[in-house]
């Protein structure tokens, strides 16, 4: 029996998830199909974002739309209305600390019993996270998932005045919705999304059903969205994608690539481009060639290998080799003097052996990688490897983790310590952790630096004399004007 657990009561699905048709995505525009009403002023909502830039860009996006409802941001929990936790669930970790939150903020619903709470993001997207809500944590009033953002305000007002729960998640990614107001947090810097979803189906990941199948946005929309940051002063933009390689691939347009995208992009005005993330099956010539043209294409590329082992490679379906990978690094580091290389690289896979794991290692000495985001394997429910049988301990993950960091930690050394004694030309994104006489931002091979200066160069590109080169950043001196 079903029970009634309140309005739009539409639960995910794993089976559609999975579902892949070719037609390409239709665009819709938020202006038009949206009615935005003052039902937030004199209100605040507290948003909490946990994941990859994908997130802090939908964040961006509720921001905007809660600020266009009229309400207000607010760090304090007490203060809150609203208070949405924009979740990810790549790795277990990242959802218990979720569920640990939720059980903290309880308290807040005694205390307060209009406040509302609303799980977004990836968690809802998996049918075993919405079970778990639904059954466990009832003081939740609003669940919603990535690819209904744009539905926020009606859900907010039936959360609001039908004192009913609101759960609404789409399991088959609907259209592409332009024109969603956005609240950026950064100054200079913006995210600028490409593509959503990914179609890889990397056997360990729950993101091809989390975040959908392959949707390219139109070129002509990302860059009047370009146009518009430069005219309004930024500097940078990330440009965001599962996949950005794939860029264009679901367009019935051949001439729509990845390459031809940074290409218009190059001849723009916007003073620094970025990417993530990169996959190396689609990393081609013609987007090494357009990286090496152009000065706004910065240095650095973020190129996940996952692992060095072939066998490890195929049980992952990354569908390329060690040496496939190796000879792209080549091709990188050849055209782009001086790129700066980082990874991802995940240990304890089902299968890995210590063999395994030492020709990751070899790979990584032979890279030569500046960085690494590496993680122990964490088996995803309804994903192929969380099938696999998993004869390895706990504490040998443990160990290769720290084995692999260990030599990971010597390349971001390495990396910093080849930029001693040069001009950099810094981005200053704010204030240091530590000191607020004490600027921090990063060159264009994204290394961060830390130097003396004043408030007002944030958001500016400034010339840093590297003095000091540290395992995880770098020291220096402004020498010029912006
Ligand atoms: N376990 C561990 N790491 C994972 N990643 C993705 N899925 C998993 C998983 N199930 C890592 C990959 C990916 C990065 C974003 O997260 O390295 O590139
Ligand atoms: Fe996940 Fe692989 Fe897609 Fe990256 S490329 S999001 S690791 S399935």
Redesign the pocket.
Known sequence: MTKDYGRYFNRPSHKKARKRVSKETAHIDFDKHINIKNIGVGKHYLLQTYGCQGNEADSETMQGILEALGFKPTDKEEKADIIILNTCAIRENAENRVFGELGRLKQYKTTKPDLLLAVAGCMPQEESVVNRLLEKYPYVDLIFGTHNIYKLPEYIETALHGKERVVEVFSEEGQIVENMPKRRDHPAKAWVNIMFG?D???T??V??YTRGKERSRAMGDILAEVDSLIKEGYQEVTLLG??VNAYGRDKADSNISFAALLEALGKTAINRVRFT?S?PNDFDQATIDVIAKYDNMMPHIHL?V?SGSDSVLKKMNRKYTKASYLALIEAIKANIPGVSITTDIIVGFPTETEADFLETLDLVEQVDFEGAFTFVFSPRANTPAAKYEDKISLSEKKSRLKRLNERINAGYKKGHERFYQTTQYVLVDGLSKKSDKILAGYTPHNKLVNMPGEADLIGKIVPVNITEAKTWFLKGEIIGKP
């Open positions: 990914c890889e189906f990397c360990y990941c993101v091809p599962q996949n993330t996959h996940p996952q």
